[in-house]
């Protein structure tokens, strides 16, 4: 059996994806819908992993859009628990802003996301089994 701490660094997930014109506004910067849609995607796969459970998104934390994110860039999405509850898990999420043809890296975005473990019945259960 794992403890909690292993399953905390086994459940770290990250993402990739390039900036394209369809994922940008009028100011040719990451919509940032798009970004909250990327942030939720991966915070539930790091969820999901940690607990290997279903999971869902109960609420969202502030969303700190510290630097814009422009067309043509790559992001890298890093999705680590934070804190572990009863029925429930706070994922943070950083999205990492990288320069196409340079090595300039800088947290872009960041925010926390909190699920819950439930059942078939969409009822609340332990997030992970015999918490240590």
């Known amino acids: 059996m794992n403890t909690i701490e292993e399953l905390i660094q ?3 997930t ?8 369809n994922t940008t ?7 940032g819908g798009t970004a909250l849609q990327l942030m939720d995607e991966v915070s539930f796969i790091c ?4 607990s290997r459970k279903k ?5 969202t934390g502030k969303i700190d859009f510290s630097i814009p994110i422009p067309e043509g860039t790559i992001i890298e999405l890093v999705a680590k628990i934070h804190e572990v509850g009863r029925t429930s898990c706070i994922v943070k999420v950083d999205i ?3 320069e196409m043809y340079s090595y300039d890296r800088e947290i872009a975005v960041s925010g926390m996301f909190k699920f819950v473990a439930i059942d078939n019945d969409k009822q609340p ?4 089994d015999n918490q240590e």
């Open 10 to 12: 086994k459940s770290e």
């Open 25 to 31: 506004n009028h100011y040719e910067t990451l919509f």
């Open 47 to 50: 969820a999901t992993r940690f």
């Open 125 to 128: 259960i332990p997030i992970i």
């Open 14 to 21: 990250r993402i990739f994806k390039a900036v394209f014109p």
């Open 96 to 98: 990492y802003k990288e």
């Open 55 to 59: 999971v869902v998104t109960i609420s």
